[in-house]
């Protein structure tokens, strides 16, 4: 939605939800994010911590 500088903080607004199986959206949210930001990198974002591959188990 919307991203800026504020006192140093590289911030995006972002939109969520989520989808029941009848395709009806069930939990509507909304969040500011931080997003890790390097000066010194001629204002290139970092990279991720996880290479892509990574793979993660679902919680029991």
Same mark, same amino acid.
């Given at each position: ?20 199986? /009848?395709? *009806? ?5 909304? +969040? ?18 996880? /290479?892509? *591959? ?5 919680? +029991?």
């Amino acid at each position: 939605q919307r991203k800026w500088v504020e006192n140093g903080f590289h911030l995006v607004q972002c939109e969520m939800w989520a989808v029941n199986q /009848r395709n *009806e959206i069930i939990m509507p949210g909304s +969040a500011v994010v931080s997003l890790p930001f390097d000066r010194h990198s001629e204002g290139q974002p970092l990279e991720p911590p996880f /290479r892509p *591959e990574t793979s993660f188990t679902e919680p +029991a």
